[in-house]
């Protein structure tokens, strides 16, 4: 079983995963692994929130198990269910077969053949190689019973079904959490955290990011790809775009063979970094132009 014993190997392993993680980011993922504290990730969208876990656990060797939040999403869809149909057909099977003992079929339709574990109970079973890597993502979505829910899940990591007894997992998961900020997570849960905040990265960050990820794009390409993402970002819109469009709005210039970005490009190929017809709008014409020209004061060598 891999572990790791410091925050440059917690870098290395995750760069090893193509997965570029700066100083800060690098510790707080170490302190949570070794204080076995959760770890809440909040930011922009697109910035790496949900990739992270994911690297993690192939970096680890462990499996990765995502509990995807949505509004209304209940402990019931999180924990476990009953199999409703499996049962139905196990109760037709016992009547049709000549109706049997009433107490031995209830015994048997509450057992483990006929319980259907969701992402919370199976990352409190033993996994191969060691506990998992819960993924909780975007928190954020669901609501304030599902969270007072969870706080107390993530406190004893087990579960009770009435019908089977308590499930309690072997060695903690390593739990990361994500949220968007939509709306603010409470305190009481973000108190049981290590939180770090993801930000959009710096250019070298970005460019580093994009080499791990589109390694096909020539250095000039790439270079003007991340200035011009930046420059965007510095820009009044609905909608900034996040690391994800970086690397999307590269291969779309790859597939086409742009081997520079001109303000043609931009605007045919917009729809890769802007996902708002306001932000698109704003961006055609003379203010991509402009923009293109102040990139490329900036990347000239001095
Ligand atoms: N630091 C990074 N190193 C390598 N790739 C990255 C990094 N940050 C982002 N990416 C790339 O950006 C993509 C989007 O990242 P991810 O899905 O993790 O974003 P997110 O923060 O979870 O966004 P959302 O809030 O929309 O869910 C990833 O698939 C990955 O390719
Ligand atoms: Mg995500």
């Given at each position: 079983m891999t572990s790791l014993n410091s925050i440059d190997e917690?870098?290395?392993?995750?760069?090893?995963?193509?997965y570029v993680c700066g100083r800060p980011l690098a510790?707080?993922?170490?302190?949570?692994?070794?204080?076995?504290?959760?770890?809440?990730?909040?930011?922009?969208?697109?910035?790496?929130?949900?990739?992270?876990?994911?690297a993690l656990a192939a970096a680890l060797?462990?499996?990765?198990?995502?509990?995807?939040?949505?509004?209304?999403?209940?402990?019931?869809?999180?924990?476990?269910?009953?199999?409703?149909?499996?049962?139905?057909?196990?109760?037709?099977?016992?009547?049709?077969?000549?109706?049997?003992?009433?107490?031995?079929?209830k015994a048997e339709l509450f057992t483990e053949d006929y319980l259907i574990a969701r992402p919370l109970l199976e990352a409190m079973r033993p996994q191969p190689g060691g506990?998992?890597?819960?993924?909780?993502?975007?928190?954020?979505?669901?609501?304030?019973?599902?969270?007072?829910?969870?706080?107390?899940?993530?406190g004893d990591f087990q579960v009770t079904i009435p019908e089977l007894g308590t499930i309690?997992?072997?060695?903690?998961?390593?739990?990361?959490l994500t949220s968007n900020r939509t709306r603010e997570?409470?305190?009481?849960?973000?108190?049981?955290?290590l939180y770090h905040w993801v930000d959009y990265p710096s250019f070298d960050r970005e460019l580093e990011i994009l080499h791990a990820r589109a390694p096909e794009a020539a250095e000039?390409?790439?270079?003007?790809?991340?200035?011009?993402?930046?420059?965007?970002?510095?820009?009044d819109l609905f909608k900034k775009p996040g690391v994800a469009e970086t690397i999307d709005w590269a291969k779309c210039l790859l597939a086409l063979d742009v081997m520079t970005i001109s303000p043609e490009v931009i605007a045919d190929t917009l729809g890769a970094i802007l996902k708002y017809q306001d932000d698109i709008a704003r961006l055609q014409g003379a203010e991509a132009t402009r923009l293109l020209q102040e990139v490329r004061a900036e990347l000239a060598p001095a």
């Open positions: 917690v870098q290395q392993a995750l760069a090893a995963q193509n510790t707080v993922v170490f302190l949570s692994l070794r204080l076995g504290r959760p770890l809440f990730l909040e930011g922009e969208a697109g910035v790496g929130k949900t990739e992270i876990a994911k060797g462990r499996r990765l198990i995502r509990l995807q939040c949505y509004e209304g999403l209940d402990a019931g869809s999180a924990v476990y269910e009953w199999n409703f149909a499996e049962q139905m057909i196990a109760i037709r099977t016992a009547e049709a077969s000549g109706g049997a003992d009433r107490e031995a079929l506990a998992p890597v819960l993924l909780i993502d975007e928190l954020d979505r669901t609501d304030e019973p599902f969270e007072a829910f969870l706080l107390e899940a993530l309690a997992a072997p060695e903690p998961p390593i739990v990361i997570v409470h305190d009481a849960l973000k108190r049981r955290c000039t390409l790439s270079r003007e790809i991340v200035a011009f993402v930046q420059k965007l970002r510095t820009e």
